[in-house]
């Protein structure tokens, strides 16, 4: 059987009545597919239909009936999104949808209901204030990183933001998600199981990244303070892996999630099908003594691994830094305190600013230490001498 997504109706596109499957279609034209003889438990009425809504509706009719092999539409706005659809459910059994690890609002309807996230709709020019949340993120579907992101925090800020928008901005709004930390969860996924898996956070907010001089990035210390929380961290990010992939493929990620130190919470931000950047892959292979990327390539020349039965501890604590370019001057006496145990990475200037992106960065800085007590104390030095510089 089919599905056949269509707002419009049949008559025009000569659609009759003895198609083998279901019609997904608005409110509006239910009553003429009803009129040509279309049976009434084979149309599904979308409160809207784009990717959020037609996803569910399928999504539904695929757990019900195991025989359906293709969604599709005739109408050419929706075609390039409906075919991402098509390829989550139907596509190729070893491919992943990478559409979804790259288009977060794809991302957030695909996750929608099954993992703790902010609410989210697509923002567009037309889009009615009284469906926005007070606080919210307004960001680039696609964009790497955090360029691009603008916070509003009232309605007169969520207007002037919206009276700038192009017809054709592909945008996201989502909840502003009220947090203190945010982890980042690194590792190889493959046919629906952690092969590997890494934990570091961040020792400031990535939203205020335009306002900061640098960012550190290291080892998660609640491998030492809280290890359930790491548990925690490896099973929702398994689940939201095994949700965007359908069981498909290998992927090295990157993932992001909130904590909210006060009630526990965790948020999930987004992932991506890569390895993290700032030399994330570098800071783990220090700490843990694993270098992940050598297993993922090795899962793609079709060498097999056994899933992850225990979580890896880290031998040591490590960090890197990151100087932006935009702020400050790397200090002239860093090398001093650095000395052989530290390597530094420098990067030319550049106006573009993202949280973990290296065009923005003066400098990356990689340490490690035999705990991570010792890594608070050298981030704090280091910190002082560039906020002096």
Not at 362 to 383: N, P, T, V
């Amino acid at each position: 059987m089919k599905i056949f997504v269509y707002p419009y109706s049949p008559t025009t596109i000569g659609f009759d009545p003895d198609f083998d499957g279901y019609v997904i279609t608005t409110a509006n034209s239910f009553e003429r597919y009803l009129k040509l003889g279309f049976l009434k438990e084979k149309i599904e009425i979308a409160e809207s239909i784009d990717f959020k809504h037609v996803f569910r509706i399928v999504q539904d009719l695929v757990e019900k009936f195991s025989d359906f092999d293709e969604v599709f539409t005739l109408k050419e706005n929706d075609i390039e999104w409906i075919d991402v659809i098509n390829d989550y459910f139907f596509g190729e059994k070893n491919k992943p949808t990478l559409a979804l690890f790259k288009d977060k609002y794809y991302m957030r309807s695909v996750l929608q209901g099954k993992i703790e996230q902010p609410d989210f709709v697509a923002m567009t020019p037309g889009i009615s204030a009284e469906k926005v949340p007070e606080k919210g993120v307004i960001k680039p579907r696609r964009a790497e990183a955090s360029l691009g992101v603008d916070f509003y925090t009232n309605q007169f800020e969520f207007e002037r933001t919206r009276a700038n928008l192009a017809a054709d901005d592909e945008l996201i709004l989502e909840e502003a998600v009220d947090y203190d930390v945010m982890f980042t969860c690194d590792g190889v996924f493959y046919q629906n199981e952690l092969i590997q898996f890494f934990s570091n956070q961040y020792s400031n907010k990535v939203s205020n990244c335009d306002i900061e001089r640098y960012t550190i990035i290291h080892t998660n210390e609640n491998y030492w303070k809280n290890p359930s929380l790491i548990s925690r961290l490896k099973e929702d990010t398994a689940e939201v892996l095994k949700i965007l992939t359908n069981g498909k493929g290998t992927i090295a990620f990157h993932m992001e999630w909130f904590y909210n130190s006060v009630t526990d919470a965790l948020t999930f931000c987004e992932v991506g099908a890569r390895f993290g950047g700032w030399h994330i892959p570098e800071i783990v292979e220090l700490a843990f003594g694993q270098d992940y990327r050598k297993t993922y390539w090795e899962l793609k020349k079709g060498k097999q691994y056994l899933k992850m039965k225990q979580i890896p501890q880290p031998k040591q604590a490590a960090a890197v830094v990151g100087i932006y370019a935009n702020h400050t001057a790397i200090p002239e006496n860093m090398g001093k305190l650095l000395g052989a145990r530290f390597k530094c990475i420098q990067y030319g200037s550049s106006s573009k600013k993202g949280a973990t992106g290296n065009s923005d960065l003066l400098c990356l800085i990689m340490f490690a230490e035999d705990d991570i007590e010792s890594i608070y104390q050298i981030s704090e030095r280091i910190g002082k001498m560039i906020e002096e510089a």
